[in-house]
């Protein structure tokens, strides 16, 4: 339940006592009264943990697929969110603060390495320490990039000893009102930016990433250049977890909406004037709804027994969620995550969606299939789930690739993952939420090898690592199978601002045959400033709409559309019949001149079939949308 739904049932509340009368507040008095002498605890019992090696035999994987421990404590302690850095070594954000211990300054960032190369983490530094309720990392430089809110903070190594000895504090003012719903999941993007989400708390931030002005961030995301240290808003607003596919659709999770799609139109839309149209930005995309059916392994904990009975009798305040059913659907989704279909996790053809829900001990997978703006995602595993456990102390709130194209999950292993304002007194009275601040587990998710005289998983060599190729070595990991690779490739060629490569990546512009590969290539050349008109005119002529799209909006960018957006191009690019391509060239026709824009929309509106790329249309148009109208056209 989220700290929303808990303000407006509390409002609700207390304006309908305010109109009762003394004797029905009286009776209400009494009902609390009562509720508070209630003893509830044999009814909640305390339940125990377990040891790493008998957690392993608690699991249920689905057949094909393989579990392996990574880490656990003393190693790890409440991992909520990691990053690999280019040598591959594994930063953890470990919250154990959570949830009511903001003010103690107990959460951390764990550098974890494999020193033997088993696959295995096996030394522990602390990078970083006395942080307060840290949520998100990624690796930068020499260091980490970690939000702590209010804080977004760069600490580095500059000594290389494992632990940070210098730091620059990027910017603040990012919302701690909610623990469940601060900034979180810190991710590489297609383009050569860092993009994360700035979850339900929201955030007024101010600081050397911001300028000399402040920016609101309420129901948006943000991108960041770390090599100019550049912040700026874009769309989002969704709780926890995100993920992008190798086109730069970015995925999210709510806990109570477990897979969303996000269409980034913030930047477009605040240069229009688009009054009041009906423009969608966020959509759930799951077949099966929003809270769909979830299938635990796990008993359902006590306290949620007790505590949805109380909220069905009325005794207790809150919502009644799942017809009045304790469990059986998502309400504590998180950590959406987007696997390519070439890298076996799920229908052979299409990319899979992992979500974890951290209250029914799962992670949850859905088969992914393009259908106009937004992908829809149907249940994969008929009855079950990718991965449970019958343990409820098993808590997945993140899930991530790595060097070998694993998916990876923080496992915080707490005996209650909760928001302390939706356990009503008489129920946490006998919890403790501290229960598990000594322990945390990082497990790690792939197919099985049908060699059994190899190892399952790749490791990363000291030889191998990204870290150690030099940059015409990081354009040829640009093609690598494995995601992790190709987005850490990217990511190195702009901390080197590698322009020395600058003839490699336009050909791999021009002649790749690799569609996600031409993207980051087409992207780093922007980025390291050596994007030509040759590039962007062989993306707009690719027989990939995918790459066509990302070549119209930086020929935007760039302010060239008017010379590179010929007619003859944009009907070829009209004929994928792509909606997501549609939508770009209905966002670049406001770069055209009015002739030319208005033609170009008069072409998109008989394929433009959803109110988002038609109200587009429209803002595109402008004060001239009066000429898209027709006599004859039925719908006008």
Request: net charge negative.
């Amino acid at each position: 339940m989220t700290l929303r739904h808990l303000v407006v049932s509390a409002s609700i509340l207390s304006m309908g006592l305010l109109c009762l009368g003394p004797v029905q507040q009286a009776h209400c008095q009494t009902k609390e009264t009562a509720l508070a002498e209630e003893d509830f605890s044999a009814e909640l019992p305390r339940i125990a943990p377990l040891s790493p090696t008998e957690a392993m035999t608690r699991f249920e994987v689905v057949n094909g697929f393989q579990i392996e421990l990574v880490a656990a404590e003393p190693l790890v302690f409440d991992p909520v969110a990691f990053s690999f850095d280019a040598n591959g070594d594994l930063f953890v954000v470990e919250m154990i603060d959570y949830s009511e211990q903001g003010n103690d300054f107990l959460g951390r960032i764990a550098k974890l390495s494999d020193t033997d190369h088993d696959g295995k983490m096996d030394r522990r530094t602390v990078f970083v320490e006395k942080l307060s309720w840290p949520t998100a990392i990624h690796a930068w430089k020499d260091g980490v990039i970690v939000i702590a809110p209010p804080f977004m903070t760069w600490f580095r190594d500059t000594n290389q000893d494992g632990k940070h000895d210098a730091q620059e504090q990027w910017c603040e003012g990012f919302g701690r009102s909610n623990v469940q719903g601060m900034a979180n999941s810190l991710r590489w993007s297609v383009d050569g930016y860092l993009v994360g989400s700035t979850s339900s708390s929201g955030a007024q931030l101010s600081g050397k990433l911001i300028g000399s002005n402040s920016l609101e961030l309420r129901g948006r995301d943000f991108r960041i250049d770390p090599v100019s240290q550049q912040l700026s808003a874009i769309s989002g607003g969704a709780q926890h977890g995100a993920s992008m596919n190798r086109w730069g659709d970015r995925f999210v999770s709510s806990n109570s909406d477990h897979l969303q799609q996000i269409l980034d139109l913030d930047r477009w839309l605040a240069g229009q004037n688009v009054g009041s149209l009906p423009i969608t930005t966020r959509r759930s995309i799951a077949e099966d709804g929003p809270q769909a059916e979830v299938y635990r392994s796990s008993p359902i904990e006590p306290w949620r027994i007790v505590r949805t009975r109380l909220r069905v009798t009325g005794k207790v305040r809150g919502a009644v969620e799942g017809g009045g059913r304790a469990a059986g659907y998502f309400t504590g989704a998180t950590g959406a995550w987007i696997v390519d279909s070439e890298a076996g996790f799920g229908v052979p053809g299409f990319d899979t969606a992992l979500v974890c829900d951290v209250g029914s001990n799962l992670v949850h997978r859905k088969k992914l299939e393009s259908k106009d703006l937004f992908w829809t995602a149907s249940r994969i595993d008929d009855q079950t789930e990718f991965v449970r456990s019958s343990d409820i102390w098993f808590r997945p709130v993140q899930l991530g690739d790595g060097p070998d194209g694993a998916i990876y999950i923080a496992d915080m292993y707490r005996e209650v993952i909760e928001h302390p304002l939706s356990l009503p007194p008489e129920i946490k009275k006998h919890l403790d939420l501290t229960s598990g601040t000594d322990r945390g587990r990082i497990w790690r998710v792939s197919p099985v090898s049908q060699d059994a005289s190899r190892s399952t998983l790749p490791t990363i060599k000291a030889d191998v690592a990204p870290a150690k190729l030099d940059n015409l070595g990081l354009v040829e990991r640009l093609s690598s199978p494995i995601a992790w690779q190709r987005l850490m490739a990217s990511q190195l060629l702009v901390e080197r601002q590698a322009t020395d490569v600058t003839p490699s990546l336009r050909t791999l512009v021009s002649k790749s045959t690799n569609a996600a590969t031409q993207i980051l290539a087409m992207h780093l050349l922007a980025r390291l400033g050596q994007l030509d008109d040759g590039s962007l005119i062989a993306s707009m002529q690719s027989p990939d709409s995918h790459v066509n799209r990302h070549a119209i909006a930086l020929t935007c960018q760039m302010k060239k559309a008017e010379s590179l957006l010929t007619n003859e191009r944009i009907t070829k690019m009209i004929a994928h019949n792509d909606a997501r391509l549609r939508l770009e060239l209905a966002m670049a026709a406001s770069s055209l001149p009015t002739s030319r824009a208005i033609s170009l929309l008069q072409q998109l509106i008989p394929h433009a079939s959803d109110t988002t790329t038609r109200s587009v249309i429209i803002a595109s148009a402008g004060d001239e949308s009066w000429q898209l109208l027709s006599p004859t056209a039925s719908d006008a």
